[in-house]
């Protein structure tokens, strides 16, 4: 799929040009994310965090003993980040001259429908890893595209998020827009994702000089993947 632009969003306050919206981003907390990174990792690991957004997983690396790096194209975004370094950067054109024990891509970026993009994502992620590091990634489990429907979650903050579309263009795309609600204050993130099923993405790793070496969880969310020399 050649580049163009998949993802949009609307509501108040700025709008990332991936269509997330930073204020609520700004009201989120982690869930286990930080924990488990910091699990499967050296103790005092260096970390760049690509697509940092916000800082809701990076503050707690901080807190855990990490060094982070926080990459993120937003300024308003990485405004909210205190205690760690700020790069503003897209992913793709990101350069900095030196690597990391450890390269994390989450939020699943990795997904993008865009090929191109998602190659060059996966490039950074390796010219960034030292030779004895890892990179972590985060997808939706492959299942995940055959199942997904719309649905409706309330938290107990009264909290919204709904999924609000779902349409499969191809057998591999999810089409899909999510809704948050927050008192009066309501943002539309809209989305296309692309099945990553592990054969898929073991070739798209080993095309960037990665290889994939396993999963932090079982339901193969959450890939590693060790630099090949």
Not at 94 to 112: G, Y
Request: with cysteine.
């Amino acid at each position: 799929m050649s580049s163009r632009r998949l993802n949009h969003g609307t509501g108040p306050g700025t709008i990332t040009p991936d269509g997330c919206a930073v204020d609520y981003y700004a009201m989120l907390t982690p869930n286990g994310e930080p924990e488990l990174v910091h699990a499967a990792i050296p103790e005092g690991a260096s970390i760049l965090e690509l697509g940092a957004g916000v800082g809701r997983i990076t503050h707690r690396l901080l807190a855990l003993g990490h060094e982070v790096v926080a990459v993120d194209e937003s300024p308003e975004m990485l405004a909210h980040i205190e205690g760690a370094r700020t790069v503003r950067s897209s992913i793709q054109s990101l350069s900095l001259p030196r690597t990391f024990d450890v390269v994390l891509l989450m939020s699943f970026v990795i997904e993008t429908a865009d090929d191109e993009l998602r190659r060059a994502f996966l490039r950074t992620c390796r010219e960034h890893v030292a030779d004895t590091g890892c990179v972590i990634l985060q997808r939706k489990p492959p299942e995940w595209y055959d199942t997904v429907e719309p649905f409706e979650r309330v938290a107990g903050d009264g909290h919204v998020v709904r999924m609000t579309a779902v349409d499969r263009p191809e057998p591999d795309l999810v089409d899909a827009t999510m809704e948050y609600t927050v008192g009066d204050r309501r943002w539309t993130h809209s989305f296309l994702s692309r099945r990553l099923d592990d054969g898929f993405l073991a070739a798209e790793l080993d095309a960037a000089g990665l290889t994939m070496s396993g999963f932090l969880q079982g339901d193969r969310g959450w890939v590693r993947a060790l630099p090949r020399p």
